[in-house]
């Protein structure tokens, strides 16, 4: 599975931005799906999943401002992100699992200004 994670930028401390993730090379649909981030000099962390089945677990300090939402016949995966403060700042990645491996996106940077 290869992804391709796109639609970071800069943006203003309240705005929104829309990543998109776009699986190619097999079908990512019945697999858990998620996107996480990391910020400079930290560790990566999950930010939103969702499985197959449609449960959706997100990162407490992302609740009420983003969203993840699936398009199987798209392969694709969203996050819409409102509301973003500087503390978003961060690489974010699409990941899913599948086979028992882990696949990841190469990353697209989301950076907000104050």
């Known amino acids: 599975v290869q992804l391709q994670a796109f639609g970071g930028g800069l943006v203003q401390a309240g705005g929104s931005l829309r990543l998109s993730c776009a699986a190619s090379?097999?079908?990512?649909?019945?697999?858990?799906v998620g996107w996480y981030r990391q910020a400079p000099g930290k560790q990566r962390e999950l930010v939103a999943t969702?499985?197959?089945?449609?449960?959706?677990n997100y990162a407490e300090f992302v609740k009420e401002r983003f969203t993840i939402s699936r398009d199987n016949a798209k392969n694709t995966v969203d996050l819409q992100m409102n509301s973003l403060k500087p503390d978003d700042t961060a690489v974010f990645y699409c990941?899913?699992?599948?086979?028992?491996?882990?696949?990841w996106g190469q990353g697209t940077l989301v950076t907000v200004s104050s």
């Open positions: 990941n899913t699992c599948k086979f028992g491996r882990n696949f």
């Open positions: 090379g097999s079908s990512i649909r019945g697999y858990t």
């Open positions: 969702m499985t197959g089945a449609g449960r959706i």
